[in-house]
C-alpha cells in the first residue's frame, strides 16, 4: 500500500506558499476572555491555536529534515519549537488578514488541490488511509487547502501581481554569482555491464569477465556495440538504449567507472572495468568542456528566485505589522 510521503505532506501543508509559511492548524474559536487551556498553545486575537495542530506541524517538519539528512540536535529543540508556533501564529494572522480584506476561496479551486493530491494514489481509501498514518482527515486537508489558498490570494494580490523584477536586477545576480552558473565537465557513454554477486567465487567471476572478454573482441572486429548492449548487458536501465547512460558529470558513477570514462577519447572503448556492480566495457560517445551557462538559459529561474526572496521579505514585514497590532497568547507549555 501506498504512504504518503513527507514531501507530500510538506506540500499539502505549506499549500504552494512561497513564504515557507506552514498553516496546519485546527483552529478553534476562543472563549470570549481567550482563556488560557492545556489543549492550545497561543490565541491570535481571540482564535486558539490547539496543541494537537502544534505537534503535528512539529512532526511533519522535523520528519521533512530529516530525509533531507538534517537532524535536530537536543540542545536546538525549544528554539526549533518557538520556530514553529511562531510559523503557526504567522499563518493565522495571515488568514484573518486574508478575510478583512474580503478574499474569497472558490469551491473549484479547493476541490482542485484536493483532486491533486488525491490523484497520487490508486483509490480514494488508499488517499484516506496515508492521511491517517499522519494524524490528518480529509476533512481536515480540505480545510487547511482552503486557508491555504486564501493566504496565497492575499500574498498574489499584495505582492506576487505587484512586484517587478527589472532586468538589471537578474543581470546583477547572474554577474555577482558566477559559480552558480557553471556546467561541470561531462561525459556521454555506453557500457555492456556482467553483474557479478557478492557470493560468486573466483571460477564464477573468471567465467563473466571471460564472457565480456569476449564480447570486447567482436566490438573490435567492429560488431555494433549497441546491438551487443541489447543482447548482453545486465543494466536494465540502459539496455533498452543500446547501454547508452546519457550525459553525466563527476561524482555521479562509481569512481573505477568514472575515473575511465573521464580518461578516454570520444570513440575510445575501454578495457575491461571492474565495479562493486560487475565487470563493464565502456564507449564514450560525447564529451562536453566545462562552461558556464547563459544568461538567457537562466534567466527565467533567476527571475522566479528573486521573486520568491522578494515576497518572502514582504510577507515577513507583514506579519510583524499585524503582530504589532494583534493580541496574542502564547500559552507556556
Known amino acids: 500500500m501506498k504512504k504518503l510521503s513527507v514531501s507530500v505532506v510538506a506540500v499539502m501543508v505549506t499549500l504552494l506558499l512561497f513564504s515557507n509559511i506552514a498553516i496546519c492548524g485546527d483552529k478553534k474559536q476562543a472563549t470570549k476572555d481567550s482563556k488560557k487551556t492545556d489543549a492550545n498553545v497561543a490565541v491570535v486575537n481571540g482564535v486558539q491555536i490547539s496543541k494537537e495542530a502544534f505537534e503535528r506541524e512539529f512532526t511533519l517538519i522535523k520528519r521533512q529534515l530529516e530525509s533531507m539528512g538534517n537532524s535536530i540536535d537536543s540542545a536546538k529543540i525549544t528554539a526549533f519549537k518557538e520556530n514553529v508556533l511562531e510559523n503557526l501564529i ?111 567465487d573466483e571460477k564464477k567471476k ?40 546519457g550525459y553525466f558529470g563527476r561524482g555521479q558513477m562509481v569512481k573505477p567507472f568514472e575515473d575511465a570514462a573521464f580518461s578516454m577519447k570520444v570513440g575510445d572503448v575501454s578495457p575491461i572495468v571492474e565495479t562493486q556492480f560487475g565487470y563493464h566495457i565502456i564507449k564514450v560517445t560525447d564529451k562536453k568542456p566545462a562552461s558556464t551557462v547563459a544568461l538567457d538559459e537562466v534567466k527565467e529561474r533567476i527571475k522566479e528566485q528573486l521573486l520568491r526572496k522578494r515576497i518572502q521579505t514582504e510577507v515577513a514585514l507583514l506579519i510583524e505589522k499585524l503582530k504589532e497590532k494583534a493580541k496574542i497568547v502564547k500559552v507556556a507549555s
Open 206 to 245: 573468471a567465467e563473466k569477465k571471460k564472457k565480456l572478454e569476449d564480447i570486447g573482441a567482436r566490438i573490435k572486429k567492429g560488431e555494433d556495440f549497441a546491438t551487443l548492449a541489447k543482447d548482453n548487458s545486465d543494466d536494465p536501465s540502459g539496455k533498452a538504449q543500446g547501454g547508452d547512460l
Open 90 to 200: 504567522g499563518a493565522e494572522l495571515l488568514f484573518q488578514e486574508s478575510q478583512k480584506q474580503g478574499i474569497k476561496v472558490e469551491d473549484a479551486l479547493v476541490d482542485g488541490q484536493i483532486k491533486q493530491m488525491t490523484s497520487q494514489f490508486k483509490t480514494e481509501d488508499e488517499f484516506l488511509t496515508a492521511l491517517k498514518q499522519v494524524g490528518l482527515t480529509k476533512p481536515l486537508i480540505v480545510a487547511q487547502v482552503k486557508r491555504g489558498l486564501a493566504i496565497k490570494l492575499l500574498i498574489d494580490k499584495l505582492y506576487t501581481n505587484k512586484i517587478v523584477i527589472a532586468e538589471k536586477e537578474i543581470k546583477d545576480f547572474y554577474d555577482q554569482n558566477p559559480n552558480y552558473f557553471k556546467r561541470p565537465e561531462q561525459v556521454k557513454a555506453s557500457h555492456i555491464l556482467i553483474k557479478t554477486d557478492p557470493t560468486d
